[in-house]
Structures are given as structure tokens and as C-alpha cells.
């Protein structure tokens, strides 16, 4: 239906509007399409008047009444307008088809390959998006440009469908991505989604779902809002059901009226509410008597500006210039310009008083085509220079593609797919003594790059002062993994991570991750942790201390061999042994070098040599202390007994054979042992420390080479106890049974420590059980020995000595 166009002769350029003035729900006729399809025109009147569309269209008059007023931006060239009541989604074909007919001729021509004229140049509106999706491919074949103010379906963002299409209000691609920034903002994961039967509702419906799934937000339920209000309240049954708090409402004013007055009705309470644009500032819903008690309601909207400067004037003449010329409903066209009767009614205060949220959208919509034709027929700031240019629909949709200019210092430009930047307000709804009010709390926008805020302390919740945790499940403490219940990733049970293992939320919340090798962590760990890497340091006291008794034990061996070496005639230096003597104590000094190898960080060939150095040469030292207390023995109990077989090991050298013997089948196993698979280095794992030590080698040869050094010491200890009844100048059998049992001692200690314990600190047992074996040879055989030659030298004369042995012949046996 024909609401306003305008009466004046002269025009020479039109712009077609469509405006939904009557809306479908809430009206006195039928209540659906399908019952008005009745073999009649179809009568708009039948449904609902909007004041909030009738100030919308005013906005377009405005717009283009401003424009022609003007000299800069078309000077010489005017405007006009029709526009049309397009109160229905699919009968109001007549009204878009009126627009393509033949500019002077009254009729769509046939297309002949020729350009033709239609009656206006440019169509703004509808607002809906199924509207404008079913009513655009008839302009779309004629490139006639669509610059809308209202339709924000992301289907129209596609140039290969709509090419001749525009819009000043973006696409919902960007309202649903600041719908879930303001569900991310307060943790809000378990959500439902409600939307009307078109296509604005199941576009945002199919953009959020792609939209939460990385935002690890879950759609628990989603439905339409059914035209049978009577049907509503199954939508509310379903949310309690799956246990729903925060709704987001994506739908259309005229689905969205009758939804939360069942809300309302149904007493639904401590509820979020999410508002799309078409309904977040919607006066009517916010006057509703008790729509207090349904909750928290946060809303987007476009990007609001000031009260458009002159339209509050515009109105009241608008108004009185009505009510001079006595417009009547049979003259109201050609008197008033319009037909309308509802519009009639109207007074200026309520036009004003409507929501202003697509107010400055159609203005500049209508300002976007004006700037396209400004520069089609080559405007300057007096004249046109192609005023007597006929301008194609065509070519002003190319010119719509590279228009950028300042609007009340907005920049109004459109993308490669004819949408403008996103700019949204976030609302609030703030109830005070039962009287609800908009509240701008933040902002969402999208050039020159994606910025959101919102300030918390601006919202008053149905509940405490605090945004409410409105989750399926509560989010698991740090270091547990979430476990999934069902369906829904959001509800989940919550498992502690176990020890060597970590869990990162960020990455992925539901699986716990092994350390690396070298990563230890404890359990409930969010991460991992370098294993300490351990073996004796060099500076470490530790290693200190051992080192410094290595290097005594070489010292005082050095001092003892050369006290001997001084006192080599001497009957204690010959009873001890001689030259065999100096021969221990150099092998005792070699020993000590093993300790120094135990330092550092162990290598192959410190693996291979260190433990064969100490075996070897304290091996040497055990078949010196065994041979000498084998000859003592010998000598005062066998020699007179066995004296040819004495006189063989006397003459033969049987002491050196021994000695010599032994050590070399040591020395033989050492290589057999390091030759086959000798000590490598070996890391040994714990629970927070990677110990460097080394490995043992082939098994059983190591077990070989044990078992000869504990032999040996047996039968030094058998020998040395024989002789315990000796002189007491020959008498080893106590020193060499104390440095026996330190020996044993010492490494039943330590063989005891490596099996039950491990750690950094069994890296010292060994040198530590080295350093025992040494010092209980040199403390129990040589400081004796010492002690006599330094201290008590009276003893250390040939006479003490006769009289020592004198006094065991005369001992009876």
C-alpha cells in the first residue's frame, strides 16, 4: 500500500522506501499470511500500527527533504520519494513491483537488451531480513542499488546473490560475535538460543553455533518462537528442563512481544537475557508492567547517535502542517502526500518519543545514495555537470562501492560485500522501583580493529552484586582434567591430573600430558618442571671434603714411604714388610685417584677407568697384607714343620709371585669387563632429579670381580687370625683385622644404601667407602708402625726385637 510520495511536480530522481507500518502481531484481524490469502487486495490496516516505523519513515522524508535544501551535496538536482507499507513478508509483492515499473509509462517493459528506467533510482528497506531476502532478486537483475537499514541476515553479505545490495547496519556476523564476547566476559557456557521463524533468527542461529564451539560455550537448547502464542509456554518448559539461565533472544520485535509477555505471565524469574538489536531498546517491552522480574537483561544495539539535528523540528511541522491542510482520508493523498489514516492520529511527541536506534541508519542510507549520485553526475558545490545526465540504477550501485564520507563525524563506507564497519552498544535494562531503563554499560566494534568493553559495575543483577556463575558444570580446580559426562563438552566431571603428568586448560582441559624425560611434576600440576640434573660438582663441599681426604691419603702415603724409606734398616720397617711396604703404600695412593674420578660430570672414559683403578691397585694392596701375614705365619709356625717347601718360597720369590699373580688376574678381569661392555653413563630417572652415575657393566664379570676382592680379603682375614698368638713385634693380626673389617664394613654399608635408597646423595657412598678401605689400612698397619719409630724408637732396635721372640721359643706350647 502507497503511503507517502510526494505531490510536487518536478522531480526528477526517486526513491522508492519500504517500511513494515503495520505489523503482524498484536493487530485486530488475523494473526497469519495464510489465513489473509483470500482472493483480495491485501489490507495492511487489518494488523498492527507502528509508531516506532511511522518515525522511521519520517527519518527517510527528513533525510531527503534535508538534502534537497541543501547546495553541496546535489545542488540543482532533487529528490523525491515513494514509499510503501510492506506489511507482510510475502503478499506485498505489488508494492516492490511498482518500483520497476517504466519511469512515464506505468509498466514493467519486457527486456529487450536496452536500458530502461525504472521509477526510482534506489529502494531503502525492507527492514527484515527474510523481507529483503524475498523481495531483493527483483531488483538485483537491474543492479537497482538496495541500501537497507535493517536487514542484517549474513546471506546478504553474498555479492554473487544480492550484487546491487548495501546496508548501514552490519551484518549479524559481528552482533553474534559480541553476543558471545558478552557470554566469554562473565563465563557463561550453558545457554540457549531462541529465534523466530525467518531467516534473521536461523542466519545468527547457524553463525553462533560455528561462533561458540571454539569459545568452548554449549548450546543446551534452541527453538522457535512459535506464531501460536498459546504454544509459547513449551519453549519455557523445555528451558527449566534442561536447566537453562542465560537465553539469548534472536528473533524479530514481532516474535519477541508476545515471548516475554509469556515470560512474564508464566512468572519466570533470575534469568538472563540476551537481546538482539531489533528488540534491546524496544520501548514497549521495557514499560511492560512486572518485566522487572524476569531477570537480567543485556542487549546489543547499533552504534545510537544524538537527536538527528532539525528532524525534532521536521516532526512538529510535519504534525501542524497536518492538521492546517484538514487532511481527511479521502483527500489524503493529494493533500497530504500520504495514506494513512493511522498516521493521521499520530502526534509529534509520540513520533519523537520512539526508539531512535535506526534512526541515523536510514538517514544515512538515504545520505550513502545521495553521495553515489553526487558523484555520478559530477556534482561540485554550485551545480551538476551532467545534470541533464540520465543516471542508470546501475550507476549509482558503482558509485554506492567506493562512497566514504563524515556523517556527524561518523564515517559511513561500505566492504567488498556492501555492509559497514560494526559498531554496537552494549545495553543494559536497569530496574529501579519497578521502572526499567536503558543503560549504555559498553561497546563492541570492529575498525580499525575488533575492540570490546563492558563495565560490570554499571549492571544491577536480579541477584548479589556479582555476575552469577551460570555454568553446566563448575570449572574444575587447577591441575584437574575435566572428564565429559555427556553430550555437551561444558558438562564434564573434574579428575586430578596424577603424578608426571600436567594439564593445560588452555590448550586442552580434558586430557592430562605427560612430562618430558627430563620434566617431573607432582600431581595436580599445571605444568612441568625440569628434572635437577645431579652428580657430584666440583664445588660442591661434598666433593670438597672427598677430595681434600683423597689428597690427604696420597700426602701421608708420601710421608709414610719416605719415613720408611729413612727407616728402611730398621727391624719395625722389616717386620712390616720391606720393600713390599713401599710398594702398598704407592698402591694405596693410586687407589685414591679412583675418588678424584667420582668427581664431575661422569663420562665414558671416566666410567670405564674409575672403578678399575680403585679394584685394581687396593686388589695389589689386599695380596700384600695376605702374603705378609701368610710369611709371618710361616715363618713361626710352618717353617720347621715344612722347611723345604719355607726355603722354595724364600728363594723362588714366592711373595712377589703371589702378589704379582693376583694382580694381574684382577687387572685381566678389569679388561675382560670393560672390553665386552664396560661402565657407561647412565641417567637415572627419580621423581624430580635425572642422577648421572654409571652402570655396572656386563653383570656377571662385575659379580666375578667382586667376588675375587672379598676372597682375597677372607683369606688375608684367615691368615692375619692365625697369627694372633705371634710376638707381639710380629703380631699383625689386630691392625690387619681392623683395616679388614673397616673394608668389609664399608661396603656392606654401601651395598646396602644403593639397594634401598636412591638419589643424589648414594653419589658419595662409593668414594666414601673407597676413602674407609684407605684410611683402614693406613690407621690400622702403618700408624702403628709410625708411632714406633717416631714415638717409642726404643722399641725399634734389633735387642727389643731378640728378646720378643726369645720370650715366645721359651713360651710352652
Avoid at 523525491?80 to 512515464?104: M, P, R, V
Avoid at 552490519?170 to 540457549?192: C, G, H, M, T
Avoid at 511492560?288 to 512538529?316: A, C, M, P, W, Y
Avoid at 549504555?440 to 554499571?458: A, M, W
Wanted: aromatic share 12%.
Amino acid at each position: 500500500m502507497l503511503l507517502f510520495t510526494t505531490t510536487e511536480p518536478g522531480w526528477r530522481l526517486h526513491c522508492g522506501g519500504l517500511f513494515q507500518l503495520h505489523e503482524k502481531y498484536g493487530g485486530t484481524g488475523p494473526a497469519t499470511d495464510t489465513e489473509n490469502r483470500k482472493p483480495e487486495v491485501l489490507q495492511c490496516h487489518r494488523f498492527k500500527f507502528s509508531s516506532a516505523s511511522y518515525q522511521q519513515i519520517q527519518v527517510m522524508r527528513f533525510a531527503i527533504e534535508e538534502i534537497n535544501n541543501s547546495t553541496l551535496l546535489l545542488p540543482g538536482v532533487s529528490l523525491g520519494y515513494e514509499i510503501f507499507d510492506y506489511c507482510s513478508d510475502l503478499l506485498s509483492y505489488g508494492a516492490a513491483l511498482e518500483f520497476l515499473t517504466q519511469k512515464g509509462r506505468g509498466a514493467i517493459p519486457v527486456w529487450n537488451g536496452t536500458n530502461y528506467r525504472p521509477k526510482v533510482i534506489s529502494v531503502t528497506g525492507p527492514f527484515g531480513s527474510s523481507q529483503t531476502i524475498s523481495v531483493a532478486p527483483l531488483y538485483m537483475s537491474e543492479m537497482i542499488p538496495m541500501v537497507t537499514h535493517g536487514a542484517t541476515s549474513v546471506q546478504l553479505s553474498s555479492k554473487n546473490r544480492f550484487p546491487s545490495f548495501f546496508r548501514t547496519i552490519p551484518s549479524d556476523k559481528y552482533q553474534v560475535e559480541s553476543i558471545v564476547r558478552i557470554l566469554q566476559q562473565f563465563n557463561w557456557n550453558w545457554v540457549a538460543f531462541i529465534g523466530g521463524d525467518n531467516d534473521y533468527s536461523r542466519d545468527a542461529l547457524t553463525v553462533f553455533q560455528d561462533k561458540i564451539r571454539p569459545a568452548n560455550i554449549c548450546l543446551a537448547y534452541q527453538d522457535t518462537i512459535p506464531q501460536n502464542q498459546s504454544l509459547i509456554g513449551r519453549l519455557f518448559n523445555n528451558i527449566a528442563m534442561f536447566n537453562v539461565q542465560v537465553i539469548v533472544v534472536f528473533a524479530n520485535v514481532e516474535f519477541v512481544i508476545p515471548f516475554i509477555q509469556k515470560a512474564i505471565d508464566l512468572r519466570v524469574k533470575e534469568k538472563i537475557w540476551i537481546a538482539s538489536e531489533t528488540w534491546s531498546m524496544n520501548q514497549e517491552l521495557i514499560k511492560k508492567s512486572q518485566i522487572e522480574r524476569i531477570g537480567t537483561v543485556l542487549g546489543v544495539t547499533v552504534r545510537r547517535h544524538k537527536d538527528l539535528r532539525g528532524f525534532d523540528e521536521f516532526i512538529n511541522n510535519t504534525v501542524k502542517s497536518r492538521h492546517e491542510n484538514a487532511c481527511t482520508d479521502m483527500d489524503l493523498k493529494e493533500r497530504c502526500g500520504q495514506i494513512c489514516s493511522d498516521c493521521n492520529s499520530t502526534s509529534a511527541q509520540t513520533i519523537i518519543g520512539e526508539d531512535p536506534t535506526y534512526s541515523f541508519v536510514i538517514y544515512s542510507a538515504v545520505y550513502a545514495v545521495a553521495h553515489a549520485l553526487h558523484n555520478v553526475l559530477r556534482c561540485g558545490t554550485r551545480n551538476c555537470a551532467n545534470s541533464e545526465f540520465i543516471a542508470y540504477p546501475y550507476m549509482v550501485t558503482e558509485a554506492l562501492k567506493h562512497v566514504k564520507f563524515k556523517l556527524d563525524n561518523q564515517s559511513i563506507e561500505f566492504d567488498e560485500n556492501g555492509d559497514p564497519p560494526a559498531h554496537y552498544d552494549i545495553v543494559h535494562w536497569d530496574c529501579k522501583n519497578k521502572t526499567c531503563s536503558n543503560v549504555d554499560i559498553g561497546s563492541y566494534l570492529t575498525n580499525p580493529t575488533p575492540s570490546f568493553h563492558i563495565n560490570e559495575t554499571l549492571i544491577h543483577w536480579f541477584e548479589g552484586t556479582k555476575a552469577p556463575v551460570l555454568q553446566c558444570s563448575s570449572e574444575c580446580k587447577s591441575g584437574s582434567r575435566r572428564v565429559q559426562t555427556g553430550f555437551h563438552t561444558c558438562c564434564f566431571e573434574c579428575e586430578i591430573c596424577s603424578d608426571g603428568k600436567y594439564i593445560n586448560h588452555t590448550a586442552d582441559p580434558y586430557s592430562c600430558i605427560a612430562c618430558q624425560k627430563d620434566e617431573w611434576a607432582r600431581n595436580g600440576s599445571t605444568s612441568c618442571t625440569k628434572r635437577s640434573i645431579e652428580y657430584l660438582h666440583s664445588d660442591a663441599p661434598l666433593a670438597i671434603f672427598l677430595m681434600f681426604q683423597a689428597s690427604s691419603i696420597i700426602l701421608i702415603s708420601m710421608a709414610i714411604l719416605v719415613l720408611f724409606l729413612c727407616k728402611k734398616d730398621t727391624p719395625v720397617v722389616k717386620s712390616a714388610g720391606g720393600r713390599l711396604c713401599f710398594f702398598m703404600l704407592c698402591c694405596l695412593s693410586m687407589s685414591s685417584i679412583s675418588v678424584f674420578l667420582h668427581i664431575g660430570k661422569p663420562t665414558e672414559a671416566i666410567c670405564t677407568v674409575r672403578n678399575s683403578v680403585f679394584v685394581v691397585f687396593y686388589v695389589a694392596c689386599l695380596s700384600c697384607l695376605a702374603v705378609r701375614s701368610f710369611q709371618i705365619v710361616c715363618i713361626f709356625k710352618m717353617a720347621a714343620k715344612l722347611p723345604k717347601a719355607y726355603d722354595f718360597w724364600v728363594k723362588h720369590g714366592g711373595q712377589w709371585i703371589t702378589i704379582i699373580t693376583t694382580t694381574v688376574i684382577m687387572l685381566f678381569l678389569c679388561i675382560l669387563w670393560i672390553t665386552i661392555e664396560g661402565p657407561k653413563p647412565n641417567q637415572i630417572t627419580l621423581y624430580s632429579e635425572i642422577i648421572l652415575d654409571c652402570t655396572y657393566g656386563v653383570i656377571p664379570i662385575f659379580y666375578v670381580i667382586v667376588l675375587f676382592a672379598v676372597l682375597l680379603g677372607i683369606a688375608c682375614f684367615s691368615f692375619a687370625y692365625m697369627g694372633t698368638d705371634l710376638p707381639k713385634n710380629y703380631n699383625e693380626g689386630k691392625s690387619i683385622t681392623f683395616s679388614l673389617l673397616i673394608f668389609f664394613i664399608s661396603w656392606v654399608i654401601s651395598l646396602t644404601v644403593h639397594l634401598s635408597t636412591k638419589g643424589k646423595h648414594t653419589l658419595s657412598v662409593n668414594p666414601f667407602s673407597v676413602l674407609c678401605s684407605l684410611y683402614g689400612i693406613l690407621f690400622g698397619y702403618f700408624f702403628p708402625k709410625c708411632y714406633i719409630i717416631i714415638i717409642t724408637p726404643e722399641r725399634n732396635t734389633a735387642a727389643y726385637f731378640q728378646t720378643a721372640i726369645q720370650s715366645y721359643t721359651l713360651q710352652p706350647r
